[in-house]
């Protein structure tokens, strides 16, 4: 497939977003009443955040505030807390554009966990955008992002606000993965990969009311909404607009196909999230400036083994996953499944489970010349929950503590693209996260 503007000079939103600033020089103004700003403490994932927050905050003096809609259950959830009696509550509704401003603005950084973000999310994200405010959250809803990232992007720019979606197991594993790959590509090779296939080896652990929340809202808006599947399957959908090109096939949700991975010698099965991941990806390779290659293809599924055993577990799961999509389709079938089967808000698994989930996954990145190398990144804790927020508080502590060594300016970022190995090294101290190479094979 070709890439229109490739040969031009570079996007306007890409030539903004690659510039590269001195330190200090963006950080958003250092006298604020807080450094973080914890919106939606009182939810499954929120209140969990609450409390690594909390714990991380102490060791290094950060001052915070929980807020959310309801003072009593922030009540709760501060008298639970490490030096919960030195942390501010905020009480406010999300769609309060006045609100959101006032709070944003008595902040250096807000960290969010309250959605579907598409419902909740974008009057925060705009007070962010204009009061030069840093902001991070768990959203991996591709066309709200393109549509905060359209709205705000020039605001962002001009205040210095840093914005970050995505920052919980959604896309941080995956968008990290891919550049602690290419850099150890570059430094052994002195090349990057032109093709990464990232397999996910293993994930147990389970998922909360609000990442159901927002499946069921994403079904309905792709009910009236005509771009919605175009912009699912546009593989380029997140980068910047002139540069929505390139050699990766569109990406399929739960297509009903099942493939033979010959590197790691397994069959492979979709992956729910692989399309959301790919998505940020390939936009921290465009708003980088390419340091992947113009032609670097990313696709993200999961593995099973080898064997008729492997092919039938791979099949059955796609076939689940393929009647699951249909079912949420429906109406009818979306409301049955809402009642009786899915979380609900607030709720999300067992401390067990959480405590013992855990997931892996394998790079598997091959070199122009065919040399294939392979990294492992693997995470203590369940994927939805336990990991995604210890994850969500080491991004917001990385705005909040890191501005001044943060390289790039006010934006719409992703994890990898405003971060990088600043964010790799707190979660692999702080948040259960390891990042390895495996030994790199002649082509
Ligand atoms: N990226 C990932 O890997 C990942 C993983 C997990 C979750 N998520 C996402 O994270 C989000 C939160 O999930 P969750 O399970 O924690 O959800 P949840 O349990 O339903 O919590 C939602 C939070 O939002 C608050 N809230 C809702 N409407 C509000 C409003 N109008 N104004 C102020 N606060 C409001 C709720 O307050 P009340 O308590 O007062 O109701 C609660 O604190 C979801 O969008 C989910 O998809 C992403």
């Known amino acids: 497939m070709g890439r229109r503007n ?13 510039r590269r600033f001195p330190m200090g020089e963006t950080s958003p103004r250092a006298e604020r009443e807080f450094d973080i700003v914890l919106w939606g403490a009182t939810g499954a994932t929120g209140r969990r955040a609450a409390h690594h927050l909390a714990r991380r905050g102490a060791e290094n003096g950060v001052s915070l505030a929980i807020g959310g809609r309801n003072r009593a259950k922030l009540e709760t959830v501060r008298d639970g807390l490490a030096g919960g009696d030195t942390i501010a509550i905020l009480v406010g509704d999300s769609l309060d554009a006045a609100f959101m401003h006032d709070m944003t603005a008595r902040t250096r950084v807000v960290v969010s966990t309250v959605g579907p973000f598409a419902l909740y ?13 840093h902001y991070c959250d768990l959203t991996g809803e591709p066309q709200w992002m393109r549509a905060m990232i359209d709205a705000h992007q020039d605001t962002a720019r001009r205040t210095g606000a840093r914005i970050v979606h995505a920052c919980g197991h959604d896309s941080i594993p995956s968008d990290l993965g891919v550049q602690f790959l290419q850099e150890a ?26 990442t159901a929340a927002s499946f069921v809202n994403a079904m309905k808006v792709r009910e009236t909404d005509p771009d919605f599947d175009r912009l699912s399957q546009d593989p380029y959908a997140l980068c910047p607009e002139g540069e929505r090109d390139g050699p990766d096939g569109p990406d399929r949700m739960m297509p009903l196909e099942v493939s033979w991975d010959a590197d790691l010698q397994a069959w492979t099965k979709p992956f729910f999230m692989g399309p959301m991941n790919s998505k940020v990806v390939r936009r921290t390779n465009a708003i980088m400036d390419y340091p992947y290659g113009r032609d670097f293809t990313y696709q993200e599924t999961a593995l099973t083994r080898g064997g008729i055993g492997g092919w039938w577990a791979a099949m059955s799961y796609t076939l689940f996953g393929r009647a699951l999509l249909i079912a949420m389709a429906i109406p009818a079938t979306r409301r049955l499944l809402q009642r009786r ?5 607030g709720e999300g698994p067992s401390k067990e489970v959480r405590e013992t989930g855990s997931y892996e ?40 503590e890191d501005a001044d ?16 190995p600043l964010l790799r090294d707190r979660i692999t101290e702080h948040a259960g996260l390891s990042f390895e190479m495996m030994d790199d094979e002649p082509g």
């Open 405 to 420: 060594r943060i390289a790039v300016g006010g934006g719409f970022w992703t994890p990898a693209a405003a971060m990088g």
């Open 6 to 18: 490739r040969a031009g000079a570079a996007s306007r939103e890409d030539r903004q977003q690659g």
């Open 185 to 210: 590509a570059v430094a052994r090779h002195g090349k990057p990969c032109r093709r990464i296939a990232n397999r996910i080896t293993r994930m147990k652990g389970g998922f909360s009311g609000g």
């Open 121 to 133: 999310g974008s009057e925060l994200v705009a007070a962010c955008a204009a009061n030069g405010t």
């Open 361 to 400: 996954m394998v790079m598997v990145g091959e070199m122009p010349d065919g040399t294939i190398l392979k990294a492992r990144i693997t995470a203590q804790g369940d994927p939805g929950v336990r990991s995604t927020t210890l994850m969500l508080t080491e991004a917001a502590l990385c705005l909040a």
């Open 341 to 345: 089967v899915l979380p609900k808000s």
